[in-house]
């Protein structure tokens, strides 16, 4: 991993940093345990994901085996909080569901999309924060 000084930061979570790596990738930096656990779920539910589902997941390239950092894919554009992309939202969550993966934080009690955590990415929304999923454990 070369050194991230002189990266620009792109953006800041509670957990995590966020580093203009590349001109296509993203450094996730962990600030604190929490930044580590959304991290290694990030990491966890990208690999658990069916393959035709990791297109609505951000893009993992790499990361560090202590889950301090991340590699992601960059996205420019966020999805607009219109009704269209609340319903095809929805839609994806229902299939992550049906893969037994919960997803948490991108959908705000109002029912609107939350800001910063959902891309847009060749017509296609793309869930660029989801180190809050859960994975549902078969008995
Ligand atoms: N793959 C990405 N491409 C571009 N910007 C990103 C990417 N991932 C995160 N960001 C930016 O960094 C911010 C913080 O990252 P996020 O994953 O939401 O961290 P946290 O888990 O701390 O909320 C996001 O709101 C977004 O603006
Ligand atoms: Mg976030």
Request: glycine letters at 6%.
């Amino acid at each position: 991993m070369s050194n991230i000084k002189g990266k620009r930061k792109l953006g800041k979570g509670h957990y995590r940093q966020v580093f203009n790596f590349s001109n296509t990738s993203v450094l996730k930096l962990a600030v604190s345990k929490k930044g580590i656990r959304s991290n290694r779920n990030e990491v966890k539910v990208y690999k658990h994901a069916r393959k035709k589902n990791r297109k609505y997941l951000g893009k993992i390239k790499k990361y560090g085996k202590n889950y301090t950092w991340i590699l992601m894919k960059k996205y420019r554009s966020r999805a607009k909080n219109t009704e269209a992309n609340q319903i095809r939202l929805k839609r994806i969550i229902k299939k992550l569901r049906r893969n037994n993966i919960k997803p948490m934080d991108i959908v705000a009690r109002n029912g609107k999309i939350k800001r910063g955590n959902v891309a847009i990415y060749k017509k296609r929304l793309v869930i660029i924060d989801y180190g809050k999923f859960k994975i549902r454990k078969k008995k």
